[in-house]
């Protein structure tokens, strides 16, 4: 009797422990670093609401500048349209337009000359 249970442990013994193997479970992986906290503050929260913040003051700021930028582009361009077409009416017969610089010239100085 004492060797069948002598057998009997010998053979348990490694089924016991390959069913322990498997028996942890995967939940001990389990992501830690999430802190909740019931009325939503927290030194995380504040400082990644601050970064956004930031992130979204600099995004207007630049938006800002683009359209001021895009704003005096067309106002350049808008003036160079009634210019030209002033000195294309002008009754100054040396003047001429220049698409270069956008100016109306003299044909005989090449100086501006107020159409």
């Known amino acids: 009797m004492k060797k069948w249970q002598k057998q009997l442990s010998t053979a348990a013994l490694p089924l016991v422990l390959f069913g322990t193997l498997f ?3 995967p939940g001990a992986q389990a992501k830690t670093d999430t802190l909740i906290i019931q009325d939503g503050s927290s030194p995380l929260s504040n400082e990644q609401a ?7 003051d600099a995004t207007q700021r630049l938006r800002n ?6 704003e005096k582009n067309f106002d350049k361009s808008d003036r160079a349209i009634d210019t030209r077409d002033a000195c294309d009416q002008s009754l100054n017969v040396n003047a001429y337009w220049e698409p270069n ?6 044909r005989r100085t090449g ?3 107020a159409p």
Request: proline share 4%; with cysteine; aromatic share 4%.
């Open 101 to 106: 610089t956008l100016r109306c010239l003299d």
């Open 65 to 70: 500048k683009e359209n001021l930028r895009d």
């Open 23 to 25: 028996s942890i479970q």
């Open 111 to 113: 100086r501006p000359v």
């Open 50 to 56: 601050r970064q956004q913040k930031q992130q979204w």
